[in-house]
């Protein structure tokens, strides 16, 4: 019983990748030619900072949660296994 998981494509994490930076990029030079006075532009790229700091820690914590789930039911599924091959045995 061994369900691996569907790796991705090398298309597909150059393209997540090329979508963060475009996305960081166009948010930090919006940030910096805005109009606006210098305390406030840090202020604004500090709090983008934190949300995507934010945004990985959530990220990171849900795959962990479900990586978890799914081992506990791995394990539990082992159990069942063995259980009833030593019932199929006797």
């Avoid at 210098?38 to 983008?48: E, I, Q, R």
Wanted: charged share 20%.
């Amino acid at each position: 019983m061994t369900n691996e998981t569907p790796r991705h494509s090398g298309a597909w994490v150059s393209f997540t990748y090329a979508s963060f930076i475009g996305a960081a990029a166009m948010v930090g030079f919006g940030i910096l030619f805005m109009p606006v006075d210098f305390w406030l532009k840090g202020y604004l790229a500090m709090g983008v900072v934190m949300l995507v700091q934010s945004c990985v820690t959530v990220t990171k914590t849900v795959r962990d949660v479900h990586e978890a789930k799914r081992m506990l039911n791995r394990i539990e599924d082992a159990r069942t296994e063995r259980l009833l091959m030593s019932v199929g045995k006797e």
